[in-house]
């Protein structure tokens, strides 16, 4: 029962350009959400979060927006840079009870130079 | 400061067998919770320690278990193991429990079981 949904697996982007990604949840009871990088290798790195509270929240070239009504969020790259290539993990969480992460399959995002 | 650190890197076991994993937070984190993530998917909630107590525990088997110690560290174990626990298991320390505090990964370590 995958609770939180990335349904495109890839992405590619030119430098410079906007890179969006996408996710889907179905749990109304998330109310945190949050955005990692994984590179090869390496574990997940925190990127940007979310609380459910707002809409948009913006940190340099990276801006998460919620769509409540919709369960849907996505990441905004802009502009989108080689380094920036990596899979994408979209999580989230519930403030009640354990604050374990759920997360989305992924999404693997390539940045052509 | 040294980020939160795992070992063994990688791991090769057989069926049947039995396996420990092990965790360091980041100084000063008193939160360890684990994870398995299978190739293609992703990161799945296994355990949540806090104070040296369980605080949550993800969809797993009794097969899986795990502690926390008086400095913070943690041990992931695994019984019986099955060809489907191959995967990478990743450790993230928090600074407390609660959702508003930051989950920081460790690189993981990949069991592979034959």
């Known amino acids: 029962d995958q609770q939180v949904k990335q349904n495109s697996p890839s992405l590619s982007v030119q430098e410079g350009r906007i890179s969006i990604l996408n996710c889907d949840y179905t749990?109304?009871?998330?109310?945190?959400f949050l955005w990692y990088k994984k590179y090869p290798a390496e574990g997940p790195t925190f990127l940007i979060s979310i609380s459910s509270i707002k809409d948009k929240n913006e940190d340099g070239r990276f801006t998460v927006f919620l769509n409540k009504s919709a369960k849907h969020l996505s990441l905004h790259i802009v502009p989108s840079q080689p380094g920036d290539s990596a899979v994408y993990f979209c999580?989230?969480?519930?403030?009640?009870?354990?604050?374990?992460?759920?997360f989305g399959t992924g999404t693997r995002l390539t940045v052509i130079p | 400061d040294a980020g939160v650190t795992q070992s063994p890197t990688h791991l090769i076991k057989t069926r049947g067998q039995q396996v420990t994993l092990r965790c360091s937070p980041i100084s000063g984190h008193k939160s360890v919770s684990w994870y398995q993530q299978v190739l293609g998917q992703g990161p799945q909630f296994i355990f949540q320690?806090?104070?040296?107590?369980?605080?949550g525990r993800g969809n797993f088997p009794d097969r899986f278990s795990a502690r926390q110690f008086p400095n913070y560290s943690s041990e992931l174990n695994v019984n019986a193991l099955l060809l489907g626990d191959s995967a990478l298991y990743l450790c993230?320390?928090?600074?407390?429990?609660?959702?508003?505090?930051?989950?920081?990964f460790g690189p993981g370590t990949r069991l592979t079981v034959t």
């Open positions: 999580a989230a969480s519930a403030r009640t009870g354990a604050n374990n992460l759920f």
């Open positions: 320690y806090y104070e040296k107590e369980e605080r």
């Open positions: 749990n109304s009871m998330f109310d945190y």
């Open positions: 993230a320390s928090s600074l407390a429990f609660g959702s508003s505090y930051e989950q920081y």
